[in-house]
């Protein structure tokens, strides 16, 4: 099944084209290294080799009476070997086939997404030195809270892509192994060391122990993956969204020439970008849940997974392609608004110091509830009332006793919240960033 968002490197993995491929490649090896152990001719293997083919529509119309998509590849696959073709799958079952070939698209689509990944991770590297010491505020349950900088919040999503990373290496390890071990697992019919020497060819590892499938935890693992990564494309899909809302923005997808936004008010630049990652990762999600579904199957094996991983598998890993793509482009282009960033943050008349205010008169000799309630009143009478922050705490009889104005005019200052940027960045890039 070709995924239904088309990104090229993952709809040729995905292609019947690129699976029959696969297929004919791993029964001409399992030819091969019969032949090298001696179990049928060389010769034979040499004539498999040189005349293996299919035709896709033969196969089709095959299936059509056969009923069976491995019998219908074979069939097809002998009628262009000629007499040598019977020696095609012989002693193996069609899982060894078909989850052998999987195991080989899974990793190549990983590839793809990962070099993805990997060109998206720059993109926010990049992006976070440019707005390293961009100030804007913080917010916590939608509320100011405390200054940060632009280049901060996306250097958390860089640390976070790098755990995505790793993440998808340690998936797509997992997914890397194959199996040629029959019917129900046992290698009753097949010599281990033809096994061995197909996954070698295939760069694939051998799974120790299988039923006649290779277990769907090892899927399991590789799709909750690619939701994890979803996940965390969507948290800061999520950011950009709220940053763009008419009473913040701070930040904005790209509005392209000629772009609309709404077919009702042309005032409208709507982040849809942004809206449709959104949308897609909560698919990925629902793709996870049912590739953990299909890790209990009956006994040794029953076919309630197949179909199911006929849509899941090349869905998500195309689906996961696309909106890195996306938005790589968005944080490439991103566009962001310094002046409103600082405009936001000085909204509040200096109440996102509050803390600053409230550990000093701590320091000064105030217990902590006491010095709780001064700044607390403070700010809630210059929300009422609309007076300075500053001049309240500054005027406070209690504060006067034990402190300057110059003192709290000192504290009212974003070199305060900011001087250890640099050091975080260190934390995420090394000294040399």
Not at 190 to 217: F, G, S
Request: net charge positive; hydrophobic share 40%; with cysteine.
């Amino acid at each position: 099944m070709i995924p239904r968002y088309s990104v090229p490197e993952i709809s040729e993995i995905w292609s019947d084209e690129h699976k029959f491929d696969l297929w004919r490649e791993i029964e001409v090896l399992y030819c091969e290294g019969m032949a090298e152990a001696g179990l049928i001719p060389k010769k034979a293997a040499r004539e498999i080799r040189a005349r293996a083919g299919f035709d896709i529509k033969r196969i089709a119309k095959l299936e059509a009476t056969l009923r069976h998509d491995v019998v219908a590849f074979l069939t097809n696959m002998s009628e262009h070997i000629g007499p040598s073709g019977r020696y095609l799958h012989m002693g193996m079952t069609s899982s060894d086939l078909l989850d052998t070939a999987l195991a080989c698209q899974l990793r190549d689509s990983g590839n793809v997404i990962m070099a993805k990944l990997k060109k998206f991770r720059s993109v926010l590297r990049r992006q976070a030195n440019r707005y390293k010491h961009t100030p804007m505020i913080g917010r916590t349950h939608g509320i100011h809270a405390e200054p940060i900088t632009f280049g901060l919040k996306v250097v958390v999503w860089y640390t976070e892509t790098e755990r995505n990373i790793e993440r998808l290496r340690r998936a797509i390890d997992s997914i890397s192994v194959g199996k040629i071990t029959g019917a129900v697992g046992t290698i009753t019919h097949i010599d281990p060391r033809v096994e061995r020497y197909v996954m070698r060819k295939l760069k694939l590892k051998v799974a120790p122990a299988t039923t006649q499938i290779i277990q769907r935890d090892v899927h399991a693992e590789f799709v909750v993956t690619l939701a994890l990564i979803g996940s965390s494309l969507e948290k800061m899909a999520t950011e950009i969204r709220a940053l763009q809302r008419t009473d913040i923005q701070e930040a904005e997808e790209p509005f392209t020439k000629g772009q609309k936004g709404s077919s009702a008010m042309p005032h409208k630049r709507n982040p849809i970008l942004s809206e449709r990652i959104c949308g897609m990762a909560r698919v990925l999600r629902a793709n996870s849940i049912a590739a953990m579904e299909n890790v209990a199957l009956w006994h040794e094996r029953d076919i309630s997974h197949s179909s199911v991983e006929r849509i899941i598998l090349p869905d998500s890993t195309s689906l996961l392609a696309y909106m890195l793509d996306k938005f790589k482009w968005i944080m490439e282009n991103l566009v962001v608004d310094k002046k409103r960033m600082r405009e936001n943050m000085e909204r509040t008349g200096g109440l996102v110091f509050s803390q600053h205010i409230l550990l000093f008169l701590v320091k000064k000799g105030f217990s902590r509830e006491e010095a709780y309630a001064i700044v607390q009143g403070a700010a809630m009478e210059s929300c009422r009332s609309g007076r300075p922050f500053k001049e309240l705490i500054i005027s406070n009889p209690s504060v006067r006793k034990c402190c300057s104005a110059e003192e709290i005019e000192g504290l009212f200052s974003l070199e305060n919240h900011l001087k250890r940027i640099d050091l975080i960045f260190e934390r995420a890039f090394g000294k040399r960033h």
